[in-house]
């Protein structure tokens, strides 16, 4: 019975892991460094289990989802709008909003200066779309930090280039710019190819049509007017010393999500073939930027495309001294831009460091003594999970989480609401009003996280019973039986003249 048991509760943790993973993941999406608010949320011990049949868990249930309508109410009616302000004024809150996501990484020293690229990196996009996948983040070794810059377009890692690639030109101004998906280079026959030939001077055509289709290819390249090719595949050095003689830019080997950036920002199109690429019919083909430049940064060189016209696109360079801290410092501006994207779609924000948690908390508690049945006691258990957030924080910071509770519950106890935008001070391990302090997270996180974390334990609550089978678990027992036949083998279980038992 204690193993029947036990296996179920095995069970009934899978699938609750597994759907906490779901609504992770789902949380990532909005805000990347607010996935612990899911497991944090939806992880509270209740007091109040539906056991032996003294609690239904549809009573629970019932009242944590009345008790997440009226907390996301409250965050609806506390949220603040960033609507109606000038450019400048949102490009100030909004570089305040990156810093403080950047404020605990490990790059917080230079919190102003990156936010700020952040910021210009965002206000770069498409203001309707704003994707992720436009803003293109290059890591370089070597420098500090503050080498990092911005670039308004596409930058990629100059790729393997053959001999001649120092005589073509580095740099242009208003460009043609042709993207090829095909090989520009002699490529050797195969080993068991074979061909029969009864004199010197078939040889000799067979070898000319070789170097003819290459020529051909390279120079209806030439006609179509384009000043950089690029090519997904490789660009021999028979090409490269070709192009560089007629004064044309050329890189092969070109990562794919480079050439699709390049792709949508210049208004190229990919070519998987030159036959018929010609002055006339290449407009359509060809696309354009304002500059074309490769730089030198560190010990590699890059390809800039700046001022691209059809779709706008950002490159970060990140600069650092080692490739582990490169990493963590992308990782910090990959959150930096997920909140500023939000905060561009969604411009309602709430104060954060654990003060919205605590305001609505305290609402629910009111708002539960109005409920004269059991569902008071489940509704003031649900508001007593939400203060886990800033409880977290100070375990964090290293404070006494009951000391800063305590008076976080008596800023927000005051009925003139002058204390409803107090939290978690991390700096002096007191409370402050966060909303002053510009610490604040867009509106939507808090209600998908809320939403998510009481979706979450619902299912958790709802897991009645566990269908098992049991010969699945003892794989042993699944088995057929080896050897039953009355052959003379050596069988296991024979009549025959097999091993004796």
């Given at each position: 019975?204690?193993?029947?048991?036990?296996m179920?509760?095995?069970?009934?943790?899978?699938?609750g892991?597994?759907?906490?993973?779901?609504?992770?993941?789902?949380?990532?999406?909005?805000?990347?460094?607010?996935?612990?608010?899911?497991?944090?949320?939806?992880?509270?011990?209740?007091?109040?289990?539906?056991?032996?049949?003294?609690?239904?868990?549809?009573?629970?249930?019932?009242?944590?989802?009345?008790?997440?309508?009226?907390?996301?109410?409250?965050?609806?009616?506390?949220?603040?709008?960033?609507?109606?302000r000038?450019?400048?004024?949102k490009?100030?809150?909004?570089?305040?909003c990156?810093?403080?996501?950047?404020?605990?990484?490990?790059?917080?020293?230079?919190?102003?200066?990156?936010?700020?690229?952040?910021?210009?990196?965002?206000?770069?996009?498409?203001?309707?779309?704003?994707e992720?996948?436009?803003?293109?983040?290059?890591?370089?070794?070597?420098?500090?930090?503050?080498?990092?810059?911005?670039?308004?377009?596409?930058?990629?890692?100059?790729?393997?280039?053959?001999?001649?690639?120092?005589?073509?030109?580095?740099s242009?101004?208003?460009?043609?710019?042709?993207?090829?998906?095909?090989?520009?280079?002699?490529?050797?026959?195969?080993?068991?190819?074979?061909?029969?030939?009864?004199?010197?001077?078939?040889?000799?055509?067979?070898?000319?049509?070789?170097?003819?289709?290459?020529?051909?290819?390279?120079?209806?390249?030439?006609?179509?007017?384009?000043?950089?090719?690029?090519s997904?595949?490789?660009?021999?050095?028979?090409?490269t010393?070709?192009?560089?003689?007629?004064?044309?830019?050329?890189?092969?080997?070109?990562?794919?999500?480079?050439?699709e950036?390049?792709q949508?920002?210049?208004?190229?199109?990919?070519?998987?073939?030159?036959?018929?690429?010609?002055s006339?019919?290449?407009?359509?083909?060809?696309?354009?930027?304002?500059?074309?430049?490769?730089?030198?940064?560190?010990?590699?060189?890059?390809n800039?495309?700046?001022?691209?016209?059809?779709?706008?696109?950002?490159?970060?360079?990140?600069?650092?001294?080692?490739?582990?801290?490169?990493?963590?410092?992308?990782?910090?501006l990959?959150?930096?831009?997920?909140?500023?994207?939000?905060?561009?779609?969604?411009?309602?924000?709430?104060?954060?460091?654990?003060?919205?948690?605590?305001?609505v908390?305290?609402?629910?508690?009111?708002?539960?003594?109005?409920?004269?049945?059991?569902?008071?006691l489940?509704?003031?258990?649900?508001?007593?999970?939400?203060?886990?957030?800033?409880?977290?924080?100070?375990?964090n910071?290293?404070?006494d989480?009951?000391?800063?509770?305590?008076k976080?519950?008596?800023?927000?106890?005051?009925?003139?609401?002058?204390?409803?935008n107090?939290?978690?001070d991390?700096?002096?391990?007191?409370?402050?009003?966060?909303?002053?302090?510009?610490v604040w997270?867009?509106?939507?996180?808090?209600?998908?996280?809320?939403?998510?974390?009481?979706?979450?334990?619902?299912?958790?609550?709802?897991?009645?019973?566990?269908?098992?089978?049991?010969?699945?678990?003892?794989?042993?027992?699944s088995?057929?039986?080896?050897?039953?036949?009355?052959?003379?083998?050596?069988?296991?279980?024979?009549?025959?003249?097999?091993?004796?038992?």
């Amino acid at each position: 019975m204690r193993a029947m048991v036990g296996m179920d509760s095995y069970f009934k943790g899978l699938r609750g892991a597994h759907f906490h993973v779901h609504a992770s993941s789902h949380q990532s999406e909005r805000r990347p460094d607010s996935v612990h608010a899911i497991f944090s949320n939806s992880c509270r011990p209740t007091p109040f289990t539906p056991s032996a049949g003294r609690i239904p868990s549809q009573s629970i249930i019932k009242a944590y989802r009345m008790a997440c309508e009226l907390a996301l109410a409250k965050i609806k009616e506390l949220s603040i709008s960033l609507e109606g302000r000038s450019d400048a004024e949102k490009k100030d809150l909004l570089r305040k909003c990156a810093s403080t996501t950047l404020n605990s990484k490990l790059v917080s020293g230079e919190k102003e200066f990156f936010s700020q690229i952040v910021v210009d990196a965002v206000s770069i996009l498409d203001p309707v779309l704003l994707e992720l996948k436009m803003i293109g983040i290059k890591k370089v070794q070597g420098g500090g930090l503050r080498d990092s810059f911005l670039v308004d377009g596409v930058a990629f890692k100059k790729t393997f280039s053959y001999a001649g690639f120092e005589q073509q030109p580095k740099s242009f101004t208003n460009p043609k710019i042709l993207l090829l998906n095909i090989e520009l280079e002699l490529k050797s026959e195969r080993e068991n190819a074979e061909i029969r030939l009864d004199s010197p001077e078939q040889y000799q055509s067979i070898v000319d049509a070789e170097w003819n289709i290459i020529y051909e290819k390279l120079d209806l390249c030439v006609q179509s007017g384009a000043q950089i090719v690029l090519s997904r595949l490789a660009i021999g050095d028979l090409a490269t010393q070709y192009f560089a003689d007629r004064g044309v830019f050329c890189a092969g080997r070109v990562e794919a999500p480079d050439m699709e950036r390049v792709q949508k920002a210049t208004g190229a199109r990919v070519q998987t073939t030159v036959n018929g690429l010609n002055s006339q019919n290449a407009k359509g083909v060809l696309g354009t930027c304002a500059t074309f430049e490769e730089k030198q940064v560190g010990a590699e060189r890059y390809n800039l495309f700046m001022g691209c016209p059809e779709a706008r696109t950002a490159t970060i360079v990140l600069r650092g001294g080692s490739e582990q801290f490169i990493d963590e410092a992308d990782r910090s501006l990959h959150d930096a831009i997920m909140i500023v994207r939000r905060a561009l779609k969604h411009a309602e924000i709430v104060p954060g460091g654990g003060a919205i948690e605590m305001e609505v908390s305290r609402h629910l508690r009111e708002a539960a003594l109005t409920h004269t049945s059991k569902s008071q006691l489940f509704i003031k258990a649900f508001a007593k999970a939400l203060e886990v957030i800033p409880r977290q924080l100070c375990n964090n910071a290293g404070f006494d989480a009951t000391d800063v509770l305590n008076k976080l519950r008596q800023k927000h106890a005051a009925n003139d609401g002058s204390g409803r935008n107090f939290g978690v001070d991390v700096n002096t391990g007191g409370v402050v009003d966060t909303y002053d302090a510009f610490v604040w997270e867009p509106s939507l996180v808090k209600l998908n996280a809320i939403a998510s974390a009481t979706e979450a334990a619902c299912l958790i609550l709802s897991v009645d019973e566990t269908v098992r089978n049991p010969k699945s678990e003892n794989p042993q027992d699944s088995m057929p039986a080896m050897g039953g036949g009355r052959g003379r083998g050596r069988g296991m279980g024979g009549r025959g003249r097999g091993m004796r038992r």
